[in-house]
């Protein structure tokens, strides 16, 4: 049974940072693709960045060059380092594993974490 658990969410004023950590459990693989998701209230689910098998990683443009999404394969944990935040990264943050990418776009899989709350005010 595929587990997985968002951590390090909270309250920052702006220009701040937080690290989200996503841990899997029951993945055969300690290398495996995964993708930072966002929801804002009233909004659609947005992906935020992804890290393929590879390595190679992809963000939203307005996140680019404030959020890195990396890799710990010996924890099964997956980070996602918010530098710069703005009341605009404000959003219930959500990690999604072992999806496909199809055309080099991440496909989510069924596999979804519970959430981690970020807010961004003053």
């Known amino acids: 049974q595929v587990q997985l658990v968002e951590s390090g969410g909270g309250l920052v004023q702006p220009g701040g940072s937080l690290r989200l950590s996503c841990v899997a459990s029951g993945l055969i693989s300690r290398i495996f693709a995964l993708g930072w998701y966002r929801q804002a209230p009233g909004k659609q689910r947005e992906l935020v960045a992804t890290?393929?098998?590879?390595?190679?990683?992809k963000y939203e443009d307005s996140v680019k060059g404030r959020f890195t999404i990396s890799r710990d394969s010996a924890k099964f944990t997956v980070n996602l380092q918010m530098n710069s935040l703005r009341p605009e990264d404000t959003a219930v943050y959500y990690c999604n594993a072992a999806g496909t990418y199809q055309s080099g776009t991440y496909v989510p899989s069924g596999y979804w974490g519970q959430g981690t709350q970020v807010t961004v005010s003053s």
């Open positions: 890290i393929s098998t590879a390595g190679s990683t």
